[in-house]
């Protein structure tokens, strides 16, 4: 038997895929299957984003030198420029371009309203079975943000687990009780905030514990069931063309809502 259990740690988005179908998260991470229906261009957009914030902190971040937004700008668009490849296709660089100027317009408003301790930025934290990368921390502040650069800027089951493991992870690793999460969704430039007191936060956050165990507990019996979450789950599911579908074709299992 495959020793899985020599794996990092279980990020949110394993523990989602796996929600949605056990046997679908087998075949992500262990028969390291490739996705049949992702559009990449929406990743390329977000990694390429993601990478030109990061190195704006890493590189230039100095509030006392910084004037206007534009400066902030300037700096994102040569670290941007850095790493473009010339496969990125005009619209996806005016996307990151528009996400990168929403940021820059945000962070100057922090550096005016003396925000301007240096962020921890692109954080890898791995701590009671779970493993995220956290995108910004201001620990004075006890702010933890995670960018998003696609259209839609509600708070899905997804995001809410997200924020379930991210907490985890930063009073692990921190030892400091976090009492909300923001998402800034950069292309249409809205926030939401999770907040860590609330009924359904809360329920969300036993959830992502009870499904890590389910994991942990597949890993140590090799046991990954085709069983989607709901009756057409396998219809949007990315893997559906490897796994030929339920396999329990004259029964339907009861599949409880986690």
């Known amino acids: 038997m495959t020793d899985w259990k020599k794996s990092f740690g279980i990020s949110q988005t394993a523990?989602?895929?796996?929600?949605?179908?056990p046997y679908a998260y087998k075949l992500k991470y262990f028969n390291k299957k490739q996705p049949v229906m992702w559009d990449f261009s929406v990743l390329d957009v977000g990694g390429y984003a993601h990478d030109?914030?990061?190195?704006?902190?890493?590189?230039?971040?100095?509030?006392?030198?910084?004037?206007?937004?534009?400066?902030?700008?300037t700096y994102s668009y040569e670290e941007l420029a850095n790493i473009w490849d010339i496969t990125l296709k005009p619209e996806q660089l005016k996307q990151a371009y528009i996400c990168l100027e929403n940021h820059a317009k945000w962070e100057f408003e922090n550096i005016k309203n003396n925000i301007c301790t240096a962020?921890?930025?692109?954080?890898?934290?791995?701590?009671?079975?779970?493993?995220?990368?956290?995108?910004?921390?201001?620990?004075?502040k006890n702010l933890a943000?995670?960018?998003?650069?696609?259209?839609?800027?509600?708070l899905s089951?997804?995001?809410?687990?997200?924020?379930?493991?991210?907490?985890?992870?930063y009073e692990h690793e921190y030892n400091m009780k976090l009492?909300?999460?923001?998402?800034?969704?950069?292309?249409?430039?809205?926030?939401r905030t999770v907040r860590y007191d609330s009924p359904k936060q809360q329920q969300?956050?036993?959830?992502?514990?009870?499904l890590k165990n389910a994991i942990e507990e597949a890993r140590e019996n090799d046991i990954f069931p085709k069983q989607p979450r709901t009756p057409k789950a396998c219809n949007s599911c990315e893997y559906r063309n490897y796994c030929g579908g339920n396999e329990e074709d004259d029964e339907e299992e009861e599949n409880i809502e986690i």
């Not at 523990?15 to 179908?21: D, G, S, T, V």
């Not at 997804?158 to 493991?165: D, E, G, L, S, T």
């Open 157 to 169: 089951y997804a995001y809410r687990m997200q924020a379930a493991v991210y907490k985890i992870l």
């Open 52 to 73: 030109a914030i990061d190195r704006y902190y890493r590189h230039h971040y100095d509030p006392t030198a910084i004037k206007s937004y534009e400066d902030i700008l």
């Open 204 to 210: 969300v956050e036993h959830d992502v514990v009870t």
């Open 15 to 21: 523990i989602a895929l796996y929600r949605n179908c």
């Open 179 to 191: 009492t909300h999460f923001k998402f800034f969704f950069l292309y249409p430039n809205e926030w």
């Open 145 to 154: 943000i995670d960018w998003k650069t696609g259209k839609s800027a509600y």
């Open 119 to 140: 962020p921890l930025t692109e954080v890898k934290i791995a701590a009671d079975g779970f493993f995220g990368i956290i995108d910004y921390i201001d620990l004075p």
